[in-house]
């Protein structure tokens, strides 16, 4: 049911976590896939892990030049996946304009003016998926997550309005909102807390903790042909976290 073959498709933040693997698994579908990120060496880290030729785009998102210029070059797409984003945990009392500032460019501007430009220089073919990735906090908030939390909401909500806008010509969009993934975040996360922390925590998530590959096979999902009649929509994706007392 899942056939990318000859697809165009965009990923940002293609360069680790579950970027690369969306990358590897639309290489693996047929897909021409188009990587962006802004370290070039993992980036072609990436690109070595796939079995075609994929375009590969050294850009900084947060700058609209930047963005400009990928759209410029990339030509038309099939489908966009926008998996670049921060996470920086901030209690309330120590933010400044320049930490909301940090957090919604990189986690809410970069996507929205990359999708703007796409769509107004006509690169989104008809029938084309754009994959949004959230986190279950923008409905689930935790201790210092507020920043990150609000430019999630944020995110999901611009999501829900530019599938509307594209609803004539067949373009969807969609959210996917994870839990805790194992990516580099989740690495970061095991060397500030102790194991017994770690521990407590997994056992709070019935299926475990989440695989990229777990959030690439959802996403190839919402690109292919197969969700045709889904737009709008947010697929949260927790291991069963939310159904536990414990959380």
Not at 42 to 54: F, H, P, R, V
Not at 175 to 197: D, Q
């Given at each position: 049911?899942?056939?990318l073959?000859?697809k165009?498709?965009l990923i940002?933040?293609a360069?680790?976590?579950?970027g690369q693997?969306?990358?590897?698994l639309?290489?693996s579908?047929?897909?021409n896939?188009?990587l ?7 980036l ?8 075609g030729?994929?375009?590969t785009f050294?850009?900084d ?9 990928l759209?410029?070059n ?7 996946v926008n ?21 919604f ?5 970069s996507?929205?003016?990359l ?5 107004n ?7 084309a998926?754009?994959v ?10 935790y ?6 939390s609000a430019?999630?909401a944020?995110?999901e909500?611009?999501?829900r309005s530019?599938?509307?806008e594209?609803a004539?010509?067949?373009i969807?969009a969609?959210?996917i909102a994870?839990a ?6 989740f ?6 807390t102790s194991?017994e922390?770690?521990k407590n925590y997994?056992e709070q998530?019935p ?7 777990d959030v690439a096979?959802c996403?190839?999902f ?8 889904i ?10 976290l939310?159904?536990s007392?414990?959380?």
């Amino acid at each position: 049911m899942i056939n990318l073959k000859d697809k165009n498709i965009l990923i940002t933040g293609a360069s680790s976590g579950i970027g690369q693997a969306t990358a590897i698994l639309c290489d693996s579908l047929g897909a021409n896939v188009i990587l962006v990120g802004r370290n070039g060496s993992t980036l072609q880290e990436t690109a070595k892990k796939l079995k075609g030729k994929a375009k590969t785009f050294i850009a900084d998102l947060t700058n609209a030049e930047q963005i400009t210029e990928l759209v410029k070059n990339c030509g038309n797409i099939d489908g966009l996946v926008n998996c670049a984003g921060i996470v920086k945990p901030l209690p309330v009392k120590y933010i400044r304009q320049k930490n909301i500032s940090e957090m919604f460019d990189a986690n809410f501007s970069s996507a929205v003016l990359l999708c703007s430009e796409l769509s107004n220089t006509k690169k989104i073919n008809d029938k084309a998926s754009v994959v949004f990735i959230s986190s279950i906090s923008s409905l689930h908030p935790y201790i210092g997550g507020s920043l990150y939390s609000a430019s999630k909401a944020a995110l999901e909500a611009f999501c829900r309005s530019f599938a509307i806008e594209h609803a004539g010509k067949k373009i969807r969009a969609n959210i996917i909102a994870p839990a805790l993934v194992k990516t580099k975040i989740f690495t970061e996360t095991e060397l500030a807390t102790s194991e017994e922390e770690m521990k407590n925590y997994e056992e709070q998530y019935p299926l475990g903790f989440g695989e990229p590959e777990d959030v690439a096979n959802c996403i190839v999902f919402l690109l292919s042909s197969a969700s045709k009649w889904i737009t709008g929509t947010t697929i949260k994706m927790d291991g069963g976290l939310l159904l536990s007392s414990k959380k």
